[in-house]
């Protein structure tokens, strides 16, 4: 059964920190790309980064860029959002998809917020 799994979310101040964990049941992350998304209630939908099947990290966010690290274990099967220097303007619910068949975890709220 395909299941992906976040967690890691929280509320923090701004400039603190937060990894975010997509754990991934069903197929392996070396035979699929894998995309982190962020949403907030009544906004498009914003892309975060790609994880392609070989491991290639895309990050696709300018606004992210440099605070950002995406990652990935496949013993684990777990992919992973680390998240340095949290703006407010980061609040969001994160999930992350498969690109290939959309089917997405429910996704873990970060809140930056002093």
């Known amino acids: 059964q395909v299941q992906l799994v976040e967690s890691g979310g929280g509320s923090v101040q701004p400039g603190g920190s937060l990894r975010l964990s997509c754990v991934v049941s069903?197929?392996?992350?070396?035979?699929?790309?894998m995309n982190w998304y962020r949403q907030v209630p009544g906004k498009e939908r914003e892309l975060v980064g790609i994880?392609?099947?070989?491991?290639?990290?895309?990050p696709a966010l300018d606004s992210a860029k440099g605070r950002f690290i995406m990652s990935r274990d496949t013993a684990k099967n777990t992919m992973y959002l680390q998240m340095n220097d949290l703006k407010p303007e980061d609040t969001a619910v994160y999930y992350c998809?498969?690109?290939?068949?959309?089917?997405r975890g429910q996704g873990t709220q970060v809140t930056v917020s002093s």
């Open positions: 998809q498969n690109a290939r068949t959309n089917i």
């Open positions: 069903g197929f392996s992350l070396t035979t699929q790309q």
């Open positions: 994880i392609t099947s070989a491991g290639t990290l895309i």
